[in-house]
């Protein structure tokens, strides 16, 4: 083995320079201080990175815990909450079409008819139908 190292020490003349022959300095560089300042920042720029992901994780866990109890606080299943919503949606008045005036008068006609209400009343809740449909 030491033959081999006196050999190789020979095969590389000395000459005082250690870059001549593609040694890797000891400090290295771009060539740019500006990527030389970005790769020194990096270990604080990935910590940066990993807090804001942490918060932003930590604020969806909260948010999703606050979500689930307040809907458990109203009374709903939230693993079931949108169809539960759907249902009453459905069954609601809120989707059902409007009822002509000509259909609510008729009603009107049809009760005073079966005698369920009054002239008086029949008078008074025409004149409400009217004027609320006059109003929009």
Do not use: H
């Not at 720029?45 to 948010?63: D, K, R, S, T, W």
Request: charged share 20%; proline share 4%.
């Amino acid at each position: 083995m030491e033959a081999s190292s006196v050999i190789f020490a020979e095969a590389i003349p000395d000459t005082g320079d250690n870059t001549s022959f593609g040694y890797i300095d000891s400090t290295p560089s771009t060539g740019s201080t500006f990527m030389d300042a970005m790769f020194s920042a990096m270990p604080i720029i990935m910590g940066v990175v990993v807090v804001l992901f942490i918060a932003v994780v930590a604020f969806i866990i909260y948010a999703q815990v606050r979500n689930y109890r307040k809907i458990k606080s109203a009374g709903m299943d939230p693993m079931t909450l949108e169809s539960e919503l759907k249902a009453k949606l459905v069954q609601s008045n809120l989707l059902a079409p409007k009822e002509s005036l000509e259909a609510k008068l008729a009603e009107l006609s049809g009760l005073l008819t079966r005698g369920v209400i009054t002239n008086e009343e029949y008078t008074q809740a025409r004149q409400d139908l009217l004027k609320a449909w006059r109003q929009g």
